[in-house]
């Protein structure tokens, strides 16, 4: 799929638009940032990782640190590198695909404990605010389908946990995009009517441009325009972790803490080898489910899958947010200069509210890696004072009475803890063979927004690995890993980071 012009991919990894004669900015990409190199890589951190709220909740689980033998095979059909959710999700159907083929999952360190356990929890699919960079990257028509893909993958995660009745804390309620700023509201009001122009679907989508009104639903004091659909938040690892038990039982074997170093030819042409300090693999297929780590292990994809780090803070709220009173919807809110708090209240759960997203504490935190690059893989970054300083001058701010609220012990900005996202050159995720690599297949580079992706996306690869053409798999085309899309990325110029639309 060639984008529309050379500057498309470019712009399509741009995290903010903006139009002609203003200065404000609206954030398009909830957690991306615009990296002036794309050079830095790094395999996991082992040792001194902070925890997340999720894994703090399951110390005493033994998936954990679950190997299904003690010995790593020495061969198997298909090795999948990674137990996020997509590695997990690409076994489950892997197993269902090929019932008599043997699947090894190795996974660096615990289950699950890389980006997927360490999320701020949302699965909300973009409707409309990413169009319009998409639009002119790509092109409208795969702009549409990127939208609905996402709208695609969030159904599935929902009436994947519904039908098959996972303990994961799901909420499924209203989401709600809040501009602060008049201007901003005037560039969202923009690409929200030239989305519907375009046939984009948005009958599913309550929008109010009246301030009063907005503020009211929203309960955002300096609302200027509020839009409200439907998405989810929920417990990240107990779902991934639901799934691989299913995978257990079908006979996938785990290892975890198995890093894989490198990879080589096999014994004949057709054959790869999986090199870990336990010992090597040879297999027929390997699949790389490493996100931000891709390119540690798979060098051509320097420069085209870039990792970061990003902040996840929890807070539990006073005594006047809770109960009746809670927060009760999740949130986008929308600041002049492209920066965003995603807000996402555990409603079905405990009340404890995460804030995640592209805030301003969190692009100064993204400056700082850019001039110390050793720390692109640190998920050891926890409680970083900056970050926590602008959530709280939000609430106290936009939430009425937060401020004047009396906290005890046990309430108020609890801890916050980092992971690593993967940030795609072009903003969107690779699926399909490695070019060069015939038998190696990625699934990765979900641009810290894989929980509105993966469930449609690992299915996808699957779906190739299978022998299905592309248009089978159902994703938007420019998803698609091809020679020609790995080439033009790595002599791409770093992303601007509001493109003008
Ligand atoms: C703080 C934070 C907040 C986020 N919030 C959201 C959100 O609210 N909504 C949303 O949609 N997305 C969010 N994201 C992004 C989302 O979590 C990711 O897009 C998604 O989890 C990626 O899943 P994955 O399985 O591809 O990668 P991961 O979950 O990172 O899994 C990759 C796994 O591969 C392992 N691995 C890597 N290299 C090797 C190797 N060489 N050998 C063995 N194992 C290896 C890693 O240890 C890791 O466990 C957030 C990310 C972060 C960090």
Redesign the pocket.
Known sequence: MEPKDSNGPKIAGASSVTLPNTEAALNVE??ASNPASHERTG??KQGGQSLSYWLQQVRCDPLLDHRTTEELPRETDTVI????????LVAKHHLETFPSDKVLV????EF?????????????SDQWRGYEKFAKAYGQEQAIKILDNEQATWRALVAYVEENKVDCDLWVGETLDVPLDAEVAKIAREVFERYGAAGGKVDHIEVTHDPVEAARKSRIKNAKACYAWQASTLQ?WKLTAHIMRQNLKKGANLQTY????SISKGTNSRKWVVH?ERGDVECNFIVH??????A??EPSLRGVITPK????TRVVPPRSFSGSNAVSNSYGVLLADGALF?I?PRCSADGHI?F?GSNPGQKALDAWVEQNPENCIN?GLANLEGVTRHVKKLVEREFDGWQDAEFGPGEGFEDS??????LSADGVPFVGEIPGKPGQWI??G?????????FTAAPGLVKLLKGDNWDATGLPDVYQMTPERLERLRSLEPAPAIAVI
């Open positions: 909830e957690y395999f996991p590198i990674g137990s996020g959710i997509t590695g997990t190795l996974e660096a360190r699950c404990s890389g980006a997927t356990g360490r999320n701020a929890g949302h699965c909300k990240p198995t890093l894989a170093e870990t489910a490493t996100n931000a780590y891709s540690a292990l780090p990003h902040i996840c995603s996402n995460m995640g998920d803890w980092s992971g690593i996202i993967g699934c990765a979900h641009h810290g927004h894989g929980m509105a992706r993966i």
